[in-house]
């Protein structure tokens, strides 16, 4: 009996981390439209056979960018939050596009650092190791 109520308390911590995971990454995908590998990795890292070298340079570069761009990610949110209720309280055209351009700038910058990220990869990865991130990538969108 304790060891079911154990699996069953594992498996909704399971499900509510996937769930959180899931919010996350549409809130990422709202972001920017530019693929993320990283994820992929996350996924499917075993299946390609990385060297020792290859694996610490992927996890040293998730451990210095991923919470930078999380942090995009909050702020686009967050930014379209507040344009979005700026144009419900009537604030004037010029404070709004003023947002807008802000907006723009946070974007511009997060898909700057999914294509460093793309590039990082590439460097890293031999070009069969990319194939089958690419393939697995694809995979991961149906």
């Given at each position: 009996?304790?060891?079911?109520?154990?699996?069953?308390?594992?498996?909704?911590?399971?499900?509510?981390?996937?769930?959180?995971?899931?919010?996350?990454?549409?809130?990422?995908?709202?972001?920017?439209?530019?693929?993320?590998?990283?994820?992929?990795?996350?996924?499917y890292g075993e299946k390609l056979?990385?060297?020792?070298?290859?694996?610490?340079?992927?996890?040293?570069?998730?451990?210095?960018?991923?919470?930078?761009?999380?942090?995009?990610?909050?702020?686009?949110?967050?930014?379209?939050?507040?344009?979005?209720?700026?144009?419900?309280?009537?604030?004037?055209?010029?404070?709004?596009?003023?947002?807008?351009?802000?907006?723009?700038?946070?974007?511009?910058?997060?898909?700057?650092?999914?294509?460093?990220?793309?590039?990082?990869?590439?460097?890293?990865?031999?070009?069969?190791?990319?194939?089958?991130?690419?393939?697995?990538?694809?995979?991961?969108?149906?």
């Amino acid at each position: 009996m304790k060891k079911t109520l154990l699996s069953c308390g594992v498996l909704v911590l399971m499900l509510a981390n996937s769930s959180a995971q899931a919010v996350n990454m549409a809130a990422v995908k709202h972001a920017h439209p530019l693929p993320n590998f990283m994820l992929v990795m996350l996924e499917y890292g075993e299946k390609l056979n990385l060297s020792e070298e290859q694996q610490a340079a992927l996890k040293a570069w998730g451990k210095e960018h991923k919470p930078l761009a999380q942090q995009l990610v909050k702020a686009i949110t967050q930014g379209e939050d507040a344009l979005h209720q700026a144009s419900l309280e009537g604030a004037s055209k010029a404070d709004m596009m003023a947002q807008l351009d802000g907006l723009l700038e946070k974007r511009k910058e997060l898909a700057e650092f999914k294509t460093d990220c793309r590039d990082n990869m590439r460097e890293v990865l031999s070009d069969e190791q990319w194939e089958q991130v690419i393939e697995y990538y694809n995979g991961m969108q149906k």
